[in-house]
């Protein structure tokens, strides 16, 4: 008698099956939008969440963020020396072209190698209440770019005891590093989803940034390869990503292939990942 009056109180008291919601209604652009909108309600929370996450990474240290700075900088100085002799380089321009190159591949890679772990790292949120995983890729972009601002101290420093002005070209780096951020955030995206899904995807994006580092030109200008093989760079976006900021930050104009690629390269790269986040936002919370 007991379970029949348990049955029957479920029946009357349970949700009738049309009167489920699912937490995500919509085609994948909707949900993935949707999400978006939240990630900006959240703002606040990321914003912080970021700026807290920078300083106890260094906190009880003397030089804080910019340890890696100062790394940085020790790697600038040995390369540039032993490349502009392996390269017949004049040291000066070459060690501008060199400290300018690697800064702002540390924001690239970081954006790469780090955004595979974006998700993971988030388990206890994410299973905790609903919240937009887009956050978290704005999140990784806002500490990338806070890191990014202490090496380009390292920047003017260079600058400043070289007696170099890059002149009015310097403020098109501005969208440029807009650019790099954008795309930051549909990359850090996609490989958070993979990284969580596919656990190897992490070490494999690592080697593969580090093979990108000598394939794209960082410590060599793209003119050494000459016109046989200038394909290996027209043809490697992260080149015209780091085109875009580099050039202006040594006093020059970016070429219109550059700007176009940077572009292609956000609105291609951003559509296809708002396509796959939106089939897989419900699903994520069970590859955890």
């Known amino acids: 008698m007991v379970d029949l009056t348990i049955r029957e ?4 008291t349970g949700p009738a099956p049309s009167s489920f919601i699912s937490p995500a209604p919509g085609g994948p652009f909707a949900v993935a939008m949707q999400d978006i909108r939240d990630a900006f309600h959240y703002s606040p929370v990321w914003l912080h969440a970021g700026w807290v996450e920078v300083v106890w990474r260094f906190r009880r240290t003397r030089l804080g963020p910019f ?4 790394g940085l900088a020790v790697f600038v100085i040995v390369m540039g020396v032993i490349w502009s002799k392996v390269l017949k380089q004049d040291p000066v321009s070459y060690f501008q072209y060199v400290s300018t190159s690697l800064i702002i591949w540390s924001l690239i890679s970081t954006l790469a190698n780090d955004g595979t772990a974006i998700l993971i790292n988030g388990q206890y949120t994410v299973l905790a209440m609903r919240y937009p995983y887009i956050a978290f890729a704005f999140a990784h972009v806002w500490r990338s770019f806070l890191l990014f601002l202490h090496h380009a101290v390292l920047y003017a420093v260079i600058m400043v005891a070289t007696f170099y002005n890059p002149g009015g070209a310097l403020l098109l780096a501005i969208p440029g590093l807009l650019l790099v951020l954008a795309n930051g955030v549909w990359v850090s995206l996609l490989f958070g989803m993979i990284g969580l899904r596919r656990r190897d995807f992490g070490p494999a994006v690592a080697s593969g940034m580090q093979l990108l580092l000598f394939a794209t030109p960082i410590f060599w200008q793209k003119d050494l390869l ?9 043809y490697n976006p992260f080149y015209h990503l780091l085109n875009v900021v580099r050039e202006p930050m040594l006093g020059r104009v970016p070429t219109t292939e550059s700007w176009l690629w940077a572009c292609g390269t956000l609105v291609l790269g951003t559509l296809a990942t708002l396509w796959l986040y939106g089939r897989k936002r419900d699903r994520i919370v069970y590859w955890y």
């Open 9 to 12: 109180t479920s029946k009357q």
């Open 67 to 70: 340890w890696h700075t100062l």
């Open 226 to 234: 000459g016109a046989q093989y200038a394909w290996v760079s027209d």
